[in-house]
């Protein structure tokens, strides 16, 4: 993936690891649902469903304040290219 040179190294350290962490939960959440049983009221299924979960539940919510955080400092790059 290519970015715009404006970027700092650290910029693109960031964006890279969170959109790997966010990748990884949405990948086990579809994992749940197409190949471990899916979720019923009282959780998945399957032991691996039960592994796949706690895995989403870790990396969603890392993935998104690491990408949050990288479209910020992203914006920050910018605003330090144009003046």
Same mark, same amino acid.
């Given at each position: 993936?290519?970015? $715009?040179?404006?970027? #700092?190294p650290?910029?693109r !350290?960031?964006?890279?690891?969170?959109? /790997? &962490?966010?990748?990884?939960?949405?990948?086990?959440? +579809? =994992?749940?649902? *197409?190949? +471990? @049983? @899916?979720i019923?009221? #009282? @959780? $998945?299924h !399957?032991?691996?469903g /039960?592994? =796949? *979960?706690m895995? =989403?539940?870790?990396?969603? $919510?890392t @993935?998104?304040? !690491?990408?949050?955080?990288?479209? *910020?400092?992203? &914006?920050?790059?910018?605003?330090?290219?144009?003046?």
């Amino acid at each position: 993936m290519r970015f $715009p040179a404006y970027l #700092q190294p650290d910029t693109r !350290t960031l964006l890279r690891t969170g959109l /790997w &962490i966010f990748g990884t939960g949405v990948a086990c959440v +579809l =994992a749940i649902h *197409l190949f +471990l @049983g @899916g979720i019923g009221r #009282q @959780g $998945p299924h !399957t032991n691996g469903g /039960w592994l =796949a *979960l706690m895995i =989403a539940m870790g990396c969603l $919510p890392t @993935g998104s304040l !690491t990408m949050l955080l990288a479209i *910020l400092k992203v &914006i920050g790059d910018f605003r330090r290219r144009n003046n």
